[in-house]
Nanobody, 123 residues
Framework: QVQLVESGGGTVQAGDSLRLSCATS????????MAWFRQAPGKEREFVATISPSGGSIWYADSVKGRFTISRDNPKNTVYLRMNSLKPEDTAQYYC????????????????WGQGTQVTVSS
């Protein structure tokens, strides 16, 4: 069983930055594709970014490209999401996910999920 625990969320003003972390249990972290998704109230969960097991391949949603950076530290079993130039429309619950398909951007391709961390951006 794999457990994912997100942290680093909070309330910030537009233009500020945050770094989310997702710590995972188990010894198989380096074999997982990792991703971040987000879900705003009343909306479906949407893809934000994904990173391959080695970290060599990365994909972003168009809405965050150039502002967000996903990275991973395999020895620490942790994936990060650095968020710069935050906008009110980035307000959402952010979820970490683990799966096996490189480049996957849909929730169905991820087998394991964290509980989420809230990010609120005020204007």
């Amino acid at each position: 069983q794999v457990q994912l625990v997100e942290s680093g969320g909070g309330t910030v003003q537009a233009g500020d930055s945050l770094r989310l972390s997702c710590a995972t249990s188990g010894r198989t972290f380096s074999s997982f594709v990792m991703a971040w998704f987000r879900q705003a109230p009343g909306k479906e969960r949407e893809f934000v970014a994904t990173i391959s097991p080695s970290g060599g391949s990365i994909w972003y949603a168009d809405s965050v490209k150039g502002r967000f950076t996903i990275s991973r530290d395999n020895p620490k079993n942790t994936v990060y999401l650095r968020m710069n130039s935050l906008k009110p429309e980035d307000t959402a619950q952010y979820y970490c996910a683990a799966g096996y398909i490189t480049g996957a951007v849909v929730t169905a391709n991820y087998a394991y999920w964290g509980q989420g961390t809230q990010v609120t951006v005020s204007s």
